[in-house]
């Protein structure tokens, strides 16, 4: 988060009783005694202790709560010995660890600290100073992944820690990345989304390590860009929850399901938020704190959600087989929904300019053009391959055909947006290109489409698509 331009905002919750919900519904729980924003969360025990964070007058705050799930209850811990916000935390064999942050000046630390016996001591620092990470335990090995170091720049390693031998080492890191979600479930640790500077950056990376691999392996990306996330393992599961964009706060629930290999999504959080505690405990999600806009605003929001049932498996689309689709969705947090899959096909760029073309687009189920509503990528085979992104909007007074566009018509709320409008911005990322029938297609997009129309609102996507080659439709030209 920004925090220099950010007006604070505060959410004040009343004392309620607990709301009790079916599974899969979300209860809210006691709120946490002070509002903040950017806190950290672990389970230890029958506990989900809640660290450090931004205070509303911007302060970073070295308090420390305790929160009994079946007590509905809080309790004050020993205050940490210096004030943090954007650390990271982790529970094992019954103690409570804290690694890094940021001091209230926005210094990245080393620090690394054990709770004991009511005191906090210190262990041996960190190697390098990390912030905005995230840590997850595997077997007997802290591993911090992600986050910012000295200077202000991305870490481009991890950094694991040996319990028993009580010795740092560096190892191998993923994507580099900042406020991203970090779990751990079983002897693996899982780095969830997360952005590289602003909120425009967010990204779909889902990656996972086991202590000892010399690098990370990549999984199937987040359905959803998402930075300022948090993610938790739980009942086979990593469940990632909160975050934020430039449209807001995110609601959306996105648990990846280990043993299917794919994302599915959970009922929405009723608080959208960013700069969350996540910690599970008893096969339930506990989400705590936050900011529930953009920027430095604070709440004591606590809410959980039962795991065990999944609300319904994240849509798919395809162009040939396909793995996933582009979400679209409206400035109301509403989605475009399309009436068919996507197809991939190579052609003319259109009936006047021959330009070799990639097509991808949702099309008629029968007969001849698009469906309604539709989107549509459009990539030039000569300026594009894999290893390539486009970042739009493309400068003024560019010649098409081009590079890469994408085009999306709602036409529920008759609007229709595209990357070529100055208002856009993100960018499409190409790992896999082809243009002969049965070629594979893989592509990310995440940004938002700005509005062709007077008086609409831009559109967000994010997503990828995954596909082949399909035969070019009679209807198009060749």
């Not at 993610?231 to 990846?256: D, F, K």
Request: overall charge positive; charged content about 20%.
């Amino acid at each position: 988060m920004r925090v220099a331009s950010a007006s604070v905002v505060i959410v004040a919750l009343a004392l309620v009783p607990v709301v009790s919900g079916a599974p899969g519904e979300w209860e809210t729980r006691a709120p946490m005694p002070v509002p903040r924003t950017e806190v950290v969360a672990a389970t230890v025990g029958a506990e989900i202790m809640v660290l450090g964070g931004f205070t509303a007058d911007r302060g970073a705050s070295r308090r420390a709560d305790a929160y009994s799930p079946s007590l509905d209850r809080w309790r004050r811990l020993p205050d940490l010995p210096v004030g943090i916000h954007h650390a990271m935390a982790v529970g094992s064999g019954g103690k409570l660890y804290v690694l890094g942050g940021y001091t209230v000046a926005g210094v990245p630390l080393r620090q690394f600290l054990v709770l004991e016996r009511g005191r906090w001591r210190a262990l041996a620092k960190m190697p390098f100073p990390r912030a905005a990470a995230g840590a997850g335990v595997a077997g007997k090995h802290v591993v911090v992944a992600g986050g910012i170091a000295a200077g202000g720049r991305l870490a481009r390693n991890a950094l694991s820690y040996d319990l028993r031998a009580e010795r740092w080492s560096v190892v191998a890191g993923p994507t580099p990345r900042e406020h991203l979600g970090v779990a751990a479930l079983g002897a693996t640790i899982y780095a969830v989304a997360g952005r590289t500077a602003g909120l425009d950056t967010n990204l779909l990376d889902f990656e996972s390590y086991r202590p000892g691999d010399r690098s990370w392996r990549r999984l199937q990306p987040v359905p959803d860009a998402r930075g300022g996330t948090g993610a938790v393992g739980v009942g086979g599961q990593i469940v990632s929850v909160g975050g934020e964009e430039p449209g807001g706060t995110i609601a959306e629930v996105l648990a990846y399901r280990i043993a299917d290999r794919r994302w599915v999504r959970l009922a929405d959080l009723p608080t959208p938020r960013h700069g969350v505690g996540v910690a599970a405990l008893g096969g339930r999600v506990f989400v705590i704190g936050g900011g529930p806009e953009p920027g430095l605003t604070v709440t004591s929001a606590n809410e959980s959600l039962s795991v065990g049932t999944v609300m319904r498996r994240h849509p798919t689309s395809a162009g040939g087989s396909t793995s996933q689709m582009l979400t679209f969705r409206r400035a109301d947090g509403s989605r475009v929904a399309f009436p068919a899959r996507a197809r991939a096909w190579c052609g003319a760029w259109n009936a006047d300019e021959p330009t070799k073309t990639l097509h991808v687009a949702v099309l008629r189920p029968s007969g001849p053009g698009f469906a309604r509503p539709f989107w549509w990528l459009t990539a030039v085979v000569r300026d594009v391959g894999p290893g390539r992104t486009v970042r739009f909007p493309l400068p003024r007074g560019t010649k098409r055909p081009r590079d890469a566009e994408l085009f999306v018509y709602d036409s529920v709320r008759e609007n229709e947006a595209s990357s070529e409008e100055e208002e856009s911005f993100g960018r499409i990322a190409f790992s896999r290109i082809g243009c002969k029938v049965g070629a594979a297609v893989r592509f990310t997009v995440t940004g938002r489409l700005g509005s062709e129309i007077a008086q609409r609102s831009s559109v967000r996507v994010s997503g990828t698509y995954e596909g082949v080659v399909g035969k070019r439709p009679p209807w198009w030209p060749a």
